[in-house]
């Protein structure tokens, strides 16, 4: 009886530890979801020439040259209100407590 037992314990611990191949199917979700995963991941298009304007950042507020920004662009301090309506051609210089542009956005 106890052989019985320790055999059917011994089978039921090899059958759990068995590696089951994934499918096709299973192959094809994991491709869908990876490429997925890659779109939403990817940084979004720069529509407000933020990447022309990088240097800005940890300059002072103060010394920013309107004429040299696009139409439209905005600096915004620290603690200050904006709307919130999002225009994806609009450049947002945001200031840091200390003055200083601490980041750069589109919207």
Do not use: F, W
Request: positive net charge; aromatic residues 2%.
């Amino acid at each position: 009886m106890k052989r019985i037992l320790v055999l059917a314990l011994m089978s039921a611990v090899v059958a759990a530890c068995t590696y089951q191949a994934p499918t096709y199917r299973d192959l094809d979700r994991m491709a869908a979801a990876s490429q997925r995963e890659a779109i939403m991941n990817r940084p979004p298009p720069d529509t407000c020439q933020m990447a022309a304007h990088r240097a800005l950042i940890g300059t002072d507020g103060a010394s920013i040259d309107p004429a040299s920004l696009p139409a439209g662009a905005r600096v915004i301090c620290h603690e200050c209100a904006v709307t919130l309506d999002y225009r994806s051609g609009r450049l947002n210089i945001e200031l840091g407590p200390d003055g200083k542009v601490a980041n750069l956005r589109c919207g």
